[in-house]
């Protein structure tokens, strides 16, 4: 094989053996951000649903939202994305990571968040 094909191939299998250990952190941060990106649209949603129940039905639904549905949200994507990342080879697992990652900024940029 070309020397040069070999040394990127080597770069990013070494790359994807840093990135491993540190998969479920990665899934997270994927999950997380899209929610801090989503997160007002979701609520918009959740407020235009309840908007007409009374003001203590209103309020109780909306905090339990807040502090459940997000935390359940959270807590089935990310082990979600953290399976997919898994899968990944070592040959792909830094390019899928960076990808995932500029992905996650192009969403956020289109929302006007950057």
Known sequence: MDPVINFFLSLLENSSELIR???????????ATLLVIYGNTITTQIKRQIGSLA????L??????????????????????????AEASDTWLAVIVLVAYYAVGVLAQRKGLI
């Open 60 to 85: 109780t639904l909306f905090v339990l939202f807040c502090a459940l549905g997000f935390a359940f949200i959270t807590s089935f994507l990310t082990p979600l994305a953290i399976s997919w990342l």
């Open 55 to 58: 003001y203590l039905l209103r």
């Open 21 to 31: 250990p540190y998969l479920s952190e990665v899934g997270l941060s994927l999950v």
